[in-house]
C-alpha cells in the first residue's frame, strides 16, 4: 500500500503512476521491519553476555504471516527437523493499541481464528425480460446474504464472540441479462475453534439451504482460503513471561485487550507441540493519535518500539532460562 507517514525512514521501495510519472513509497505498514530488528538486536545481546546464561536459543524469523502461509510453508520445509524441539515458543507483533515503550500480553485467545470462503452459485441464465425461464442468482445471492445475518444473532450463544461478513459479491454484466452464476467472497472471526466450526457448518447449511429453495440445478462451490488458527496463550507460558515483564517493564506492561485481528506464528508452536506465549509491543509515543496497522501513517516510532521489541525478547526468553534452572 501507498506509505504516508512523512518519517526519514520511509519505505525505499517506490511505485510509479504510469500516468503522471509520480512516486509513491510503498510498503506493508504492519511493523514487520521492527520484529526483524527486535530479534537481530536480542541475538546481539544474547551474544554479547554469552557468559550470563547457557541454555538454547532460537531466533525464527517467520515470513508471509500476512497472507497466513508463512508458518505453514516453515513447517512443511522441514523447520522441526531443523531445530532443537524448543521448550516454549514466543511470538512479537507491534500494534498501534498499545501505548510506545509498552508490552501488552494476555492468558487464553489473543487473536481470533480467520477463514476465508468463496461460494460459487450455480443458477440459470435468462434475458430480464424473461426471469421466468431463469434461475436467478442475483436473487438467491440477496436471500443467502440476509440469512447469514442471522447465524450469528440466533445461533452463536450470546456470551461468544463471531463475525461473518460478507466482503465481496460477483455477479453479472448488464441490467437485462440474468446471469447464469454468482460468486461470493465471506471472512469469519471467532475466539473459540468450536464457535468458528459451528459457523462453517452453518454458513453451508444456509448456502445449499437457499440454493436448494431456488431450485439450483447444480449444488454450490464452497471453498475455504487463508485460513488462521486461533492464538492461544498457553497458561504456564504466559504466566512465566508476564511475571517476568512485570519485574522488569513494571507499569510499563499492560494487559493486551483481545484484539480480532488474526495470524499465523501459533502454526509453528502447534506443530512443534510446545507452549505458545505472544506479546504485542507499542509502536507510536503518541498514543491518542497512533495509526492503526496498515494504515497509511503505521511506521512505528523507531526508539520506543525498537528497544521496547528488543528487552522483551531478552526478557521472555530469560524467563525461560530461570525456569530452567529452578527446575
Ligand atoms: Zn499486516
Ligand atoms: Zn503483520
Redesign the pocket.
Known sequence: MAEHSGKAYESDAKQTDEKTGNTTPVA?S???DVHIMGLIGALEAFNFHKDAWSGTLIAIFQPG??CSGGAQSMIDNGLKYKIPLPDVYFGQ?VLGVIPGAHVGTKPGAVFTTASSIKIKLFAKGSHGSMPHFGIDPIVLAAHIILRLQFIVSREINPNEMAVITVGRIDAGTKSNIIPDDATLYLNTRAYNQDVADKLHASIERVVKGECEASGCLKAPEIEYYDEYPLTLNNDEAYEQVSSAFDEYFGERHLKLPTQTAS?DFSIIPDALGVPYCYCSIGGFKDYENAPG?HNPAFAPDIECSLDTGMESLVVAACSSFVRDIQE
Do not use: K, L, M, T
Open positions: 506493508h504492519c511493523g514487520h504471516e500476512e507483533h495470524e496497522n
